[in-house]
């Protein structure tokens, strides 16, 4: 079993910044993907960002000018940076960490922290 914890979440006011963090913990294989998600009222979870054990970076093309993603690999830990905040980015956002054990992918999902964008 894998823990996900995030942190970081708040109220900021629009322009303002935010980061988002996300560890990894228990019988951890190789966490192949660490993303975020996030999911706002009356909507479906999408994804905001994702990066693979190697570096590589997806992201919802919406955000990739205000939003990085970045992984430390030796401590699982995931972080979310989020500049120029909108209202429309209100919304709890999830880790989510996709961990290869004995040859099998296992995806795990923490909490959500919520994020609101107002003045």
């Known amino acids: 079993q894998v823990q996900v914890v995030e942190s970081g979440g708040g109220l900021v006011q629009p322009g303002g910044s935010l980061r988002l963090s996300c560890a990894a913990s228990?019988?951890?294989?190789?966490?192949?993907?660490m993303g975020w998600y996030r999911q706002a009222p009356g909507t479906q979870r999408e994804l905001v960002a994702d990066?693979?054990?190697?570096?590589?970076?997806t992201y919802k093309d919406s955000l990739k000018d205000r939003f990085t993603i970045r992984r430390d690999n030796a401590k699982n830990t995931a972080y979310l940076q989020m500049d120029s905040l909108k209202p429309e980015d209100t919304a709890v956002y999830y880790c989510?960490?996709?961990?290869?054990?004995?040859?099998?992918?296992?995806?795990?999902w923490g909490q959500g922290t919520q994020v609101t964008v107002s003045s």
């Open positions: 989510n960490a996709k961990n290869l054990y004995f040859m099998r992918t296992y995806d795990y």
């Open positions: 228990g019988s951890i294989g190789t966490i192949v993907n």
């Open positions: 990066m693979t054990s190697d570096g590589t970076t």
